[in-house]
């Protein structure tokens, strides 16, 4: 599976992406307008790296949180 955490599972998720035109109240304006939100996905920060397991090299894919809360040894 392409785009998941061997270690937690993390994988893709579903957001938006909202356009929007004018000009801020704040600024002068009359506000902002949105005018078109569209499907977007957040891939996770995924690495491939060389881990140390039970005595083994295995190359994985791991995200860079699991790897900074250090739940792979790195070979």
């Not at 061997?6 to 109240?25: A, D, F, H, V, Y």
């Amino acid at each position: 599976m392409a785009f998941v955490c061997e270690i937690c599972g993390k994988g893709p998720r579903s957001g938006s992406r909202i356009t929007r035109r004018g000009l801020e109240k704040r600024k002068g304006g009359i506000g902002l307008h949105t005018t078109a939100i569209t499907k977007r996905r957040f891939l996770p920060n995924l690495q491939k790296i060389r881990v140390r397991e039970g005595g083994t090299v295995l190359s994985r894919r791991v995200c860079t949180a699991c790897i900074k809360a250090g739940k792979v040894i790195k070979a």
